[in-house]
Structure formats: C-alpha cells, structure tokens
C-alpha cells in the first residue's frame, strides 16, 4: 500500500523560502503524476502545483506561479515544492498527492487517489 510522507513544513517570515518534500514508500512513483494542494482554515483544499508522469510538464496556480516550483526524483521516489518569496496568504497545510492514471486533470482534488498527512507551513507577516 502506497504511504505519502510530507515534510519541510515550518514557521517563516513573509518573503522566506521554504522546501517541502514528499517521500513514497510502498510503490515507485515514476509514471505517476503527482500533486501539490493546500488548506487554510475555514477553506476548501486548493491546487498549488502538479507535475506530469514524465516530469515534462508543470502546472500551477496563479497565485503560486513564478515563487513555486514543483520537481521529481523518480530515483528518491520523492516529489519537492521549493517556495520563494513566500506571502502570509501561502500559510495552510500542505498535502502531496499520487494518482496511477497518467492522464488526469491535475488541478482536481478528486482525480488523486493517494493523500499525504499533510504538514504545516505558516508565515508571518
């Protein structure tokens, strides 16, 4: 059974930089497109970064785009999302996400099949 293990969550001050990492274990995630969302309190899980199966093609929120980047690791089977420039509206949990099909609308919560716990980043201001 595939397990998503995130971490590199923390407390930071606005305009910092974090590094959060997703670490598979129970299955390879190499064909597998894989997903960044959020949750602030009191609001709905939201896309933040998704990368395709091949690791060819990214996509992110606009509110993300030029500060996060997502990249792979097939060979750690581990799945990164560097943010720069980071903004006291960035703070929620984060969660990784994994689904088999390599064909999916990556930005959908329900297309990923596979869910982290979760961790925490917070900015202050």
């Known amino acids: 059974q595939v397990q998503l293990v995130e971490s590199g969550g923390g407390l930071v001050q606005a305009g910092g930089s974090l590094r959060l990492s997703c670490k598979a274990s129970?299955?390879?995630?190499?064909?597998?497109?894989m997903g960044w969302f959020r949750q602030a309190p009191g609001k709905e899980r939201e896309f933040v970064a998704a990368?395709?199966?091949?690791?060819?093609?990214?996509y992110y929120a606009g509110s993300v785009k030029g500060r996060f980047t997502i990249s792979r690791d097939d060979a750690r089977n581990t799945v990164y999302l560097q943010m720069n420039s980071l903004k006291p509206e960035d703070t929620a949990v984060y969660y990784c996400a994994l689904e088999s099909r390599r064909s999916i609308v990556f930005s959908t919560p329900a297309e990923y099949a596979t869910w982290g716990q979760g961790t925490q980043v917070t900015v202050s201001s």
């Open positions: 990368i395709s199966w091949s690791g060819s093609s990214t």
């Open positions: 129970g299955r390879t995630i190499s064909r597998c497109p």
